[in-house]
């Protein structure tokens, strides 16, 4: 198919498909290097701080949490909707790009997805311990017992557990079929003796057939037409855990797209921030190029502006509705006792990645991965200063409180972000960061040489 | 018992590939199977193949999820243990809705994930026969047939085809059963 | 390749007989109202706000696409950029609803007669007073005709000249626009069709109003593309092209039909009187039609262009648009009706006859400003590749 030569390379360089496969298995054949080790000691150390502080909180109870009358959401439910929204990039690249055919998602889908997987395990920490009767977990699933009872499907925490589930199962599935015909290329590539039979058993088989090639994409197509939807549905879902209650602040009917386009937003950014490291530490700046930070760049900034709209129509709306206690809620955020969290939460959200619209810092990859760090921790105020500053002060003045946390919860926090990058890591030395397939796939119609060849 | 015998041949490029496709069409030659390090455009016109039915299953199983869904849900709420959750009626079809479509989407998901791989004899532990290690690096394998006519004649005749389309590494095998159904 | 489009006398009767119609139902519509012309001025509001709203989707179309660095649709760009050229038009007919405000013409929003001691309209009177409304409308529509004036001019001097200066200009316009949009297009949503029901409010309303814009257009820009097409005028439309405007038909419904259940579920759930009301007055007064408007808008695209080949057959494709263009009339029936006419309204001749009239109006303009210009933009960049178009999926 022509391609206008005005188009940006998306694969830089004098490559071919033995190249390719080289460049990308590189770092799984050889050894990890010295900022592998480092990160991976260091986000191992958080890991083992979260866990042990998990386990105390297991142990001894939820009274070591600082939440209470009447806050009685704090640190984990945002930890909970931050992790759960920034797995969204994941499924966002791997389905919603494929079905706009935006070729440039070929080098970070793999990345992307595994990282939806890692954050959502990472979620689902929260809703389990936070429950305090741990062992009693199954509670929340539906299964026939003897007190006869069900679970509440009129309840949006239960909806939750569905909608989670079946996220981390389908992003699985979707991460895993892409991943196949990739893991047969280490199966056939890598020399290392003990890692060849695990590939050749992870691989299932995958022979490169057309028959088989023509049912994987016929596959792929329909998964990423489901899994778009249930990206939409999953934050929504998580939205409706806010919005379904009656409290100002809470109860919004903007909340479910509002929510997934902060998800979208906020998952870039984590992607940015994974792949600038990435593409630098293991070589890979030729297909992992400027274009597609840039293109990134742009849903950063067309969702972070829906998430500054959103903003101001819930600031407008609470004026226009006459409700004082809307009124209130709103002006309480941004002159109360948690008005710092409110203004930053802000000036990383809506300020910063209005600097986007300018083409050079757009394509510069160091003011992107300033922003992205600047982004994750806006959106995380951004559910700091929902879930809490719309418990700490709604109807009732009498009840009015505020909320600290205490160190159990900040550990459990680090603690999720040291699984995370452990994980993370984990996967970039075993299986490979880019799609392998994929990208040969797209390279004689991104390829300067090619193009020119071809044209 | 001896296996039948079929040519394997390489090609280093997509387009050298789909061109020779053409021509060994047009030549009558049976064509067993193709492999290749990522999905060729065309091929599957090109082999004749008729699109898939997994979305077919992926309907099925979709249309069942819901079904089981809201059919749980309703039963639960409305004949098994009907509870007054905040005023809303028992068959509260707005509560309903966000599990049903996730039922809906995980069983579409799985149904079409097992169908794609047990109708691909894909699993794990699946020890398929691997015809050369560099498909899955750079290579486009084509599997030639000789529709039973071992002949030498016939052998140097499909070999002399594939020569001039310009593959490589023209070989006479016979160290597997390849199967029609896979 | 130079393909001009010839508004012919074939095309111009049918529109002629539809604007008739029109006519005829507007002077019917005053003459058989019994509520100080009341008949007359909700629905001729509703459909001015339908069809600048159908208008204004076709700019929002094309700047999405440029900012996408998208090229499959320059074939058919020059159709939805005709479609936002209606807008001085639709300018013209919302000054008509704002005359009728300052003269006291007609009751369509009630804070412009709020009853003493109504202290929800009270609080809102610093936004909801005439004036104010009146700046802002004007606002609205004064930047929207700007911005499409400005798309229109730069695209047709790229017609004369394929200096990619004028290509880059039009990723300015589009960003300009995309934003302008973004806010007004809430608010216009707010003040042309929330604020008749002035003691309600909901913060998804706008964006639920943007959806329905979304779909509207895009059947609009389906249907002109097919009838087009079916006279032999755009013979590198292809199939390709199709399916990617059937998708977004299919996709666009189901966000609508997202957002329409998130208002409802939230509203239902929290069971907010000063909430409820608003949908306890369609559910009792409007039953039939607020089953049929979720009904419709969701389950004849879903069902009809669920699969592949659906969206690649142009009867199907056909279809489906006018049923969805209908279906979200009746979106805007009961997102008007209600709070302005209340019992009194109804669906007859004269509602169906005066939105012929305005249909005919709109492609009476659509296919003026189609003649003028080129009916491919040769010139552009990525057309080449939108005109070899197909794909590996």
Known sequence: MYVSPIRESLIQGNKDYKKITDDITAPVSQKPTIFWFIGFTVSSIAAVIGIFAMSMTIWKGIGLWGVNRT???????????????????????????????????????????????????CAGVFPLIHMGRLPLGYFIMPYPNTRGLWVNFNSPLLWDVFAISTYFLVSLLFWYMGLLPDIATLRDKVKIKILKPVYRFLSFGWTGSARHWSRHESMSLILAGLAAPLVLSVHSIVSFDFATSVIPGWHTTIFPPYFVSGAVFSGFAMVLTLMIVARKTMNLTEYITVNHIESMNKIIIATGSIVGIAYITELFMAWYSGVIYERFAFYNRALGPY????????????????????????????????????????????????????????????????????????????????????????FVRFFPVIAISEVKSILKSSNKKHLDKHN | MAQPKYIKAYYDYDEKLVGSLKVLKEKGIEILDVLTPFPVHGLDKLLGYRRSWIARVG??????????????????????????????PFFSLPSFIPVTFEMTVLFAAFAMVFAFLIRSKMGPGAHPFIHDEKITDDRFVVLVGLKGNTSDKNIEGVKSVLNGTGARGITLKADVELSKNY | MNTKFNFTIRYKIPLLILIVIGLASVVASLFFSHDHGMRFWTNFH???????????????????????????????????????????????????????????????????????????????????????????????????????????????????????????????????????????SSMAAWDWLMSIDPHWFSTLYG?????????????????????????????????????????????????????????????????????????????????????????????????????????????????????????????????????????????GFIEIGMTLGYLGLFLWIVFRVLAKANLVPENHPFFKESLEYHTNY
Not at chain 1, 102 to 116: G, L, Y
Not at chain 2, 68 to 88: E, M, R, S, T
Not at chain 3, 102 to 119: A, C, Q, R, S, V
Not at chain 3, 222 to 237: D, E, T
């Open chain 1, 339 to 426: 008005a710092w969290a409110y203004w930053i939460m802000m000036s990383c959200n809506v300020i910063s990645p209005q600097l986007l619209w300018f083409r050079k810092l757009r394509r510069s990859v160091i003011f992107t991965f300033v922003l992205s760090i600047f982004i994750n921790i806006g959106m995380w105020f951004e559910r700091f200063v929902i879930v809490v500053t719309s418990l700490h002060r709604d109807y009732l003045p009498s009840s009015w409180s505020m909320y600290k946390p205490t160190i159990f919860e900040i550990a459990i926090f680090v603690g999720t972000l040291g699984i995370f990058f452990s994980l993370f890591l984990l």
């Open chain 3, 46 to 184: 509703m459909n001015t706000v339908y069809i600048i709203f159908i208008s204004l989707a076709g700019m929002v179309f094309l700047a999405i696409h440029s900012l996408g660095t998208s090229g499959w649709q320059t074939s058919i760009q020059r159709i939805p950029e005709a479609m936002a050229m209606f807008l001085p038009v639709g300018l013209a007919l919302m000054l008509i609803v704002l005359i009728g405000m300052w003269f006291n013409l007609h009751h369509i929003f009630h804070w412009t007669h709020p009853e003493p001691g109504d202290t929800i309209l009270e609080l809102k009177k610093a936004y909801l007073n005439i004036p104010f409304f009146s700046i802002r409308t004007l606002f609205y529509l004064g930047g929207w005709i700007f911005l499409t004036r400005w798309w229109r001019n730069n695209s047709l001097r790229q017609d004369a000249n394929a200096d990619l200066k004028y290509f880059r200009k039009t990723n300015t316009i589009a960003g300009i626009f995309i934003v302008f949009f973004a806010i007004t």
């Open chain 1, 71 to 121: 806050i009685g959401w704090g640190w984990s439910i945002t930890n909970l909707v931050w992790w759960i929204g920034i797995g969204h990039a994941g499924t966002f690249i791997s389905a919603i790009l494929l079905l706009f055919r935006q070729k440039w998602r070929t080098s970070i889908n793999r990345s992307a997805e595994a990282m939806t997987i890692f954050a959502v395990m």
């Open chain 2, 59 to 88: 309907f099925i199983g979709g249309a069942i999820g819901a079904a089981c869904g809201l059919g749980f849900q309703a039963w639960v709420f409305v004949k098994d243990y009907p509870l007054n959750i905040g005023g809303k």
């Open chain 3, 207 to 347: 964006w639920y109003v943007f959806s329905g814009l979304l779909v509207s257009g895009t059947a609009m820009i389906i249907l002109i593309v097919l009838v087009l097409r079916a006279s032999g005028y755009m013979p590198h439309v292809n199939k390709e092209h199709l399916h990617d405007l059937g998708k977004y038909l299919f996709a666009f419904s189901i966000l609508w039909a997202y957002l329409w259940f998130s208002q409802y579920m939230l509203i239902w759930y929290g069971n907010i009187p000063e909430e409820t009301v608003y949908f306890v007055e369609r559910l009792e007064g409007f039953n039939t039609l607020f089953f049929i408007n979720v009904g419709v808008n969701f389950f004849v695209p879903f069902l009809a262009l669920m699969t592949r080949n659906s969206k690649r057959i142009p009867i199907v494709l056909a279809f489906t648009a006018v049923v969805v263009l209908a279906g979200h009339w009746i979106d805007f029936y009961l997102m008007v009706m209600p709070g302005s006419a209340g019992a009194s309204s109804k669906i």
